[in-house]
T-cell receptor, first 113, second 112 residues
Framework: DVKVTQSSRYLVKRTGEKVFLECVQD?????MFWYRQDPGLGLRLIYF???????EKGDIPEGYSVSREKKERFSLILESASTNQTSMYLC????????????FGPGTRLLVL | GENVEQHPSTLSVQEGDSAVIKCTYS??????FPWYKQELGKRPQLIID?????GEKKDQRIAVTLNKTAKHFSLHITETQPEDSAVYFC???????????FGSGTRLLVRP
């Protein structure tokens, strides 16, 4: 059974803080993704990675960066949190090739004050 | 780039009735169309997918149809049950991309 975990379910941060969101998967998946979910906007891709140390921008990368030092771990970094980054953040992983099922983590609800 | 539109945004049906959710996509190169279900407070999970070499796929009470010419695909749920209540997301992608482009979601409520 695929397991994708995220470091926090709820997080409250102040404007300007550096925020780390961590995602770990235990199924040896090559592909990992970070999405944000906002009402009425669906899931929007922030960044993805198809291999260790490889990363690609998604549709809304501004204000975010990522790190993938190990295959099982994919981190999302908010360099200087802003109130418009208040959202639900979802991590996902999948096997190659590209069009395979994505398995999601439980999500982190981030509130930036 | 690809754009996926999903309708309706909310749908309320009586238990036992059918529910249909429709999505349109813009890029004719898209050839993979999954549907994800997200129950309240839970993570999205794949429920069914279809590739562009088939027009319809069924799995018990759910089915997905694809019209490549019109660039739209639909999710059909028959004999709805209260546990079908959730947000449903359609998505599209193409061979050349890792990206799934999601629709905005449909909140389905099945009234007992």
């Amino acid at each position: 059974d695929v397991k994708v975990t995220q470091s926090s379910r709820y997080l409250v941060k102040r404007t300007g803080e550096k925020v780390f969101l961590e995602c770990v998967q235990d199924m040896d998946h090559e592909n990992m993704f970070w999405y944000r979910q906002d009402p009425g906007l669906g899931l929007r891709l922030i960044y993805f990675s198809y291999d260790v140390k490889m990363k690609e921008k998604g549709d809304i990368p501004e204000g975010y960066s990522v790190s993938r030092e190990k295959k099982e771990r994919f981190s999302l970094i908010l360099e200087s949190a802003s109130t418009n980054q208040t959202s639900m953040y979802l991590c996902a992983s999948s096997l190659p090739p590209r069009q395979e099922t994505q398995y999601f983590g439980p999500g982190t609800r981030l509130l930036v004050l | 780039g690809e754009n996926v539109e999903q309708h309706p945004s909310t749908l309320s049906v009586q238990e036992g009735d059918s529910a249909v959710i429709k999505c349109t996509y813009s890029d004719s190169a898209s050839n993979y169309f999954p549907w994800y279900k997200q129950e309240l407070g839970k993570r999205p999970q794949l429920i069914i997918d279809i590739r562009s070499n088939v027009g319809e796929k069924k799995d018990q009470r759910i089915a997905v149809t694809l019209n490549k010419t019109a660039k739209h695909f639909s999710l059909h749920i028959t004999e709805t049950q209260p546990e079908d209540s959730a947000v449903y997301f359609c998505a599209a992608s193409m061979d050349s991309s890792y990206k799934l482009i999601f629709g905005s979601g449909t909140r389905l409520l099945v009234r007992p």
